[in-house]
């Protein structure tokens, strides 16, 4: 994959709107001139011009990405050249690094680079598996249907992630709340029935004991214990991020979990499918399909398999037998593959599964929202019902002696 690379300048500007007004601020641009012409349209009148260095890559959000495939798609299908399109997107767009790294990908274009090398230029925005589907489209000519099909895949995958985050949302935040409710109990309301116990002369119930001494340690030791927590929390991760191997081990485990593994693997399966599926109807040979698939699924664990298959079938093995050997695909998906080779539809096999494990993604996430609402508020009662039980258990038995 290619490297990012910026091509663009930061400028100190000054200068004098219309009215005579002095006027500061910084642009970024290809160069002095591009930078003087931009200002010029918004009725600047440079008076100096700085050279700040080379600016850092533009920063973009997939969604913005997402919204700049379909607009694209739409453009060429109405008959736009691409790089008057290009220059129409990179003017309308506001916020953000996109508008840049459209402008940068149009003038790209103009000197006579091929549409994929130029985004090929831009990697954090624009995936491997979108390059190579894009250079597909420009060769077979169909340009605007391989941006609309990438249009809706990219739409589809954010609902799902939407859908996703919405049903976990919902149980963290109940289980944060109860877990603040309980805290806030043992530090602010326990102690005050502990002066009253004290005075009662009497052994008290063990839950009693119990939550006393809870009491005690989260008083004394519960803000050390929760900055700990944190530091090793934010230590977990940034060592997650900058090792494979962690990560890759963190994906398996998350695969095992009794709920949630089921759907990452519909999740992930869903992905690989569509994408390789859609390599393949796009006329992508299915070894070169595979250059472009390392990252499709977002899971290691997957992402390793697609290595481990690309390498078997160079060596001559069949999809479906180096799918198996892979160990992390599902039966019921490398079964309906092995036919799809014999029979030469393998590609839409593929969309075909991908459509069916989408299905279930999201009847899995209809079932762990359902599932998470009545365990979650058990949970918050147990929590709160118990130490309300604990606190008034010594009080109850009193009454029952008197």
């Known amino acids: 994959m290619m490297r990012e690379v910026s091509s663009e300048t930061r400028f100190a500007w000054r200068g004098m709107d219309a ?3 002095e006027k500061r601020g910084k642009i970024i641009a290809a160069d002095a001139p591009a930078a003087r012409a931009t200002l010029r349209r918004e009725g600047v009148i440079v008076v100096a011009l700085e050279t700040l260095g080379i600016a850092p890559p533009p920063k973009t959000k997939a969604a913005e990405v997402t919204l700049f495939t379909r607009q694209l798609a739409g453009l060429l ?15 309308s767009a506001t916020g953000g690094g996109l508008p840049r790294v459209v402008g940068t990908v149009g003038r790209d274009i103009t000197r006579g680079v091929p549409f994929s090398a130029a985004l090929a230029q831009h990697p954090a925005a624009f995936g491997a598996l979108y390059c190579q589907l ?5 060769t077979a000519g ?3 249907a391989v941006l609309t099909r990438l249009a809706d895949d990219r739409e589809r995958a954010a609902s799902q ?22 805290a806030g109990l043992l530090i602010g309301v326990v102690p005050t029935f502990k002066t009253i116990f004290d005075g009662f002369g009497a052994a008290l119930p063990a839950p009693t004991r119990f939550v006393l001494a809870l009491s005690d340690g989260v008083g ?7 900055i700990a927590c944190s530091a090793v929390g934010v230590v977990l991760l940034r060592w997650m991020k900058r090792s494979p191997d962690a990560r890759e081990s963190a994906d398996r485990a998350a695969l095992r979990l009794p709920l949630a593994g089921k759907l990452l693997r519909s999740l992930a399966v869903a992905r690989w499918s569509r994408a390789l599926g ?18 499709a699924t977002g899971n290691r664990v997957f992402d390793r398999a697609t290595v481990e298959i690309a390498a078997r079938l160079r060596s001559g093995e069949r999809l479906a037998a180096a799918m198996r050997a892979a160990g992390c695909f599902p039966q019921d998906v490398v079964q309906p593959i092995a036919v799809a080779e014999e029979s030469g539809s393998l590609d839409s096999m593929l969309l075909d599964l991908a459509t069916l494990a989408d299905r279930q993604v999201d009847e899995r996430i209809g079932g762990f ?7 979650v508020i058990t949970m918050l009662g147990a929590l709160v019902g118990g130490l309300v039980i604990a606190m008034y258990l010594p009080i109850i038995q009193l009454g029952n002696v008197v």
Do not use: K, N, W
Request: hydrophobic share 55%.
């Open 161 to 182: 992630r939407a859908r996703l985050r919405a049903a976990l949302t919902y149980p963290v935040m109940v289980l944060l709340l109860s877990l603040a409710i309980t």
């Open 19 to 21: 009215e005579g007004r």
């Open 142 to 144: 169909a340009l605007p």
């Open 220 to 226: 004394s030791v519960g803000v050390p214990l929760v």
């Open 278 to 295: 859609t390599l393949l109807a796009a006329g992508t040979p299915l070894a070169d399909a595979f250059d472009s698939l390392a990252q």
């Open 369 to 375: 929202a359902s599932l998470c609402e009545p365990v």
């Open 134 to 138: 894009v250079s597909v489209g420009e």
């Open 77 to 91: 299908h109405a008959g736009l050249p691409l790089a008057g399109a290009l220059e129409l997107l990179s003017g």
